[in-house]
């Protein structure tokens, strides 16, 4: 069983840079892709960023590309999320996610092609 353990969130000012880490508990740690994901108050957790984890091709959504960057470390286990010029709707608990079992991308973007989930950190944005 993998354990994803996040951390780095914070409240930080409008404009300003976050780095999430993501470290997975397993020896073996080799899923296709990894993932982050986030959910605002009231509303469904939505794809953000995903690095798939042989070649690294990344993939963002459209409301974060240019401003967040996914990187991963095989070594260390641990994918990040760079986040630069934070805006209040980026506030939200941010997941991390491996995919486990191939489902014909290595950059999946939909919360059912991952297999295991961190517990969140929570980003806040203040204006």
């Known amino acids: 069983q993998v354990q994803l353990v996040e951390s780095g969130g914070g409240l930080v000012q409008v404009g300003e840079s976050l780095r999430l880490s993501c470290t997975a508990s397993?020896?073996?740690?080799?899923?296709?892709?990894a993932g982050w994901f986030r959910q605002a108050p009231g509303k469904e957790r939505e794809f953000i960023a995903t690095?798939?984890?042989?070649?690294?091709?990344?993939r963002y959504a459209d409301s974060v590309k240019g401003r967040f960057t996914v990187s991963r470390d095989n070594a260390k286990n641990t994918v990040y999320l760079q986040m630069n010029s934070l805006k209040s709707e980026d506030t939200g608990v941010y997941y991390c996610?491996?995919?486990?079992?191939?489902?014909?991308?290595?950059?999946?973007?939909?919360?059912?092609?991952?297999?295991?989930w961190g517990q969140g950190t929570q980003v806040t944005v203040s204006s």
């Open positions: 996610a491996a995919n486990a079992a191939w489902r014909g991308t290595t950059t999946p973007t939909r919360r059912d092609e991952y297999d295991y």
């Open positions: 397993a020896r073996s740690f080799s899923p296709h892709a």
């Open positions: 690095i798939g984890w042989e070649l690294g091709r990344t």
